[in-house]
C-alpha cells in the first residue's frame, strides 16, 4: 500500500531532543518513577496542578525558543512536500507551540494536533483525526517519532510506527516499532520501497 502521509512528532523528532523530564518532575514535586508528566498532572488538586501547568508552560517556552531542528528535517519535509505527501504534527506539547517552531524554522504542516484537541498519545485519536483531515487510510500513514508512545500511537491507529533512534533510550523501544531509522530522512527510502512494493 503507498505512502500518502507522514505524522510526526514534535519534540525530539522534528526538534533536537530538549526536555529534562526528570528535573520538570522534580520542579512539579513529583517522583522520579511517577510516569509521564501529564498523567501525573490528572491526578493533581487543582492548585497543584495550576502551578504544575506553570512550570511546564516555562519549559515549553523555553523549548521553542532555543529549539534547533533535528539533521535531515528540512530537507526531508522539502521532498515530501514536492512528493505531494500530507505532513502533519502530533505531539503531547500545545498545538500553539508546534506553530511557534513551524514559524521559527520556516516550516509548513498540513496539520497540527495537540494536547488540548482530545486525548494523547499513545491514544489513537490523533492519527485518526489527522488521517480524516487528509482523507487518507491509517495504513498509507507513516508516524515518526523518538518514543514508545509514538510508536504505541501509530499501532493503535493501524498507521505504519517509524522510531527515530536519536537517543539512548531507543533500544528499549524498538520491539514495537516497524521501521528504526538513525536519520529522519531515512524515511524517504522507506516511502520509497513501501510505495515501489
Do not use: W
Not at 501509530?154 to 516497524?178: I, M, P, R, S, W
Amino acid at each position: 500500500m503507498s505512502i500518502k502521509a507522514v505524522i510526526f512528532d514534535l519534540d525530539g523528532t522534528i526538534t533536537q531532543p530538549y526536555f529534562d523530564f526528570d528535573a520538570i518532575r522534580q520542579e512539579m514535586g513529583l517522583g522520579k518513577d511517577s510516569g509521564p508528566v501529564l498523567e501525573s498532572m490528572e491526578k493533581m488538586t487543582a492548585q497543584q496542578r495550576l502551578r504544575a501547568e506553570e512550570i511546564l508552560h516555562f519549559h515549553e517556552q523555553k523549548a521553542v525558543n532555543q529549539s534547533s531542528l533535528n539533521p535531515g528535517t528540512r530537507e526531508t519535509l522539502s521532498v515530501l512536500r514536492a512528493a505531494d505527501i500530507h505532513i502533519g504534527i502530533l505531539t503531547r506539547n500545545k498545538t500553539t507551540n508546534a506553530q511557534a517552531i513551524a514559524r521559527k524554522h520556516n516550516l509548513k504542516f498540513d496539520a497540527v494536533i495537540g494536547r488540548e484537541e482530545g486525548p494523547v498519545k499513545p491514544d489513537a485519536f490523533g492519527v485518526l483525526r489527522i488521517c480524516e483531515q487528509f482523507g487518507v487510510k491509517p495504513a498509507e500513514t507513516l508516524l515518526v517519532g523518538d518514543y514508545l508512545f509514538d510508536l504505541l500511537c501509530a499501532k493503535a491507529a493501524g498507521a505504519v510506527a517509524v522510531l527515530l533512534t536519536n537517543h539512548n533510550q531507543a533500544c528499549e523501544f524498538t520491539e514495537h516499532a516497524d521501521f528504526c531509522v538513525e536519520n529522519i530522512s531515512r524515511i524517504l527510502q522507506i516511502i520509497e520501497d513501501e510505495n515501489n512494493a
